[in-house]
């Protein structure tokens, strides 16, 4: 069975900061997607960033990017230039490429950006 | 346009209760999922709608919990009797087609608490 594991049920590091959140997870297949979903405080679930298995080069959005090690089943989130809107739980999750559905999350990481 | 929302946003039940959550999905998402969060732990599929039929149920924890999307539009997931495990935040997502790579956008989540 897949599974995603998130080792840092919290972190903290001031503005401006760049801060690097750590996910690892297993699966036997060799095509899937990877995510982080962020959840702000009293708010939705969005998504930051979305990640191919087959692609070798790591997905960026802006002022956020992974470093995706798929030797490793490593898949971490990098946060530079960190804002106080930054301020929320963060979920690594993974789908197998053929799922129809199913997203298995990990147990998330509570990241506060202080001012 | 509208995200998708979810009733109540926070419910408080005795043991044995009935509860009842509706989640309306973006309009014209086919797709509708069901996920849970257990205090502290990972999010946890539930099942997934295709218009109004389920197309994977296989992480209903038991026949307590009953989801339905009748005519394809908002979906009710009724717990009945409730249990106390069963408190956690109940997250709704929709998609328009199916398919891991096709975007899931999360409600906002409905707190659930049996006492």
């Known amino acids: 069975a897949q599974t995603v594991t998130q080792s840092q049920p919290e972190m903290s590091v001031q503005e401006a900061e760049t801060v690097t959140l750590s996910c690892t997870y297993d699966?036997?297949?060799?095509?899937?997607?990877l995510f982080w979903y962020k959840q702000p405080p009293s708010r939705q679930m969005i998504l930051v960033i979305r990640q191919e298995a087959y692609k070798q080069q790591n997905a960026t959005e802006n002022r956020f990017s992974v470093n995706f090690q798929k030797a490793a089943k490593s898949f971490s989130l990098k946060i530079s230039d960190s804002q106080l809107g930054d301020t929320a739980m963060y979920f690594c999750?993974?789908?197998?490429?053929?799922?129809?559905?199913?997203?298995?999350f990990g147990s998330g990481t509570r990241l506060s950006i202080r001012p | 346009e509208a995200g998708v929302t979810q009733f109540p946003s926070h419910s408080v039940i005795e043991k044995g209760q009935t509860v009842t959550l509706r989640c309306d999905p973006i309009s014209g998402h086919d797709n509708l999922y069901w996920y849970r969060r257990v205090m502290g732990k990972e999010i946890k599929f539930l099942l997934h709608?295709?218009?109004?039929?389920?197309?994977?149920e296989s992480g209903m924890p038991n026949n307590r919990f009953l989801a339905e999307r009748t005519g394809g539009t908002y979906s009710t997931l009724k717990v009945q009797p409730a249990e106390l495990e069963d408190s956690g935040v109940y997250f709704c997502?929709?998609?328009?087609?199916?398919?891991?790579?096709?975007?899931?956008?999360f409600g906002p989540g409905t707190r659930l608490t049996v006492l």
């Open positions: 709608f295709v218009k109004e039929s389920k197309q994977d």
């Open positions: 699966t036997s297949e060799s095509n899937y997607y």
């Open positions: 999750a993974y789908a197998k490429y053929s799922s129809a559905s199913k997203i298995i």
């Open positions: 997502a929709s998609s328009q087609e199916t398919g891991a790579n096709n975007e899931q956008f």
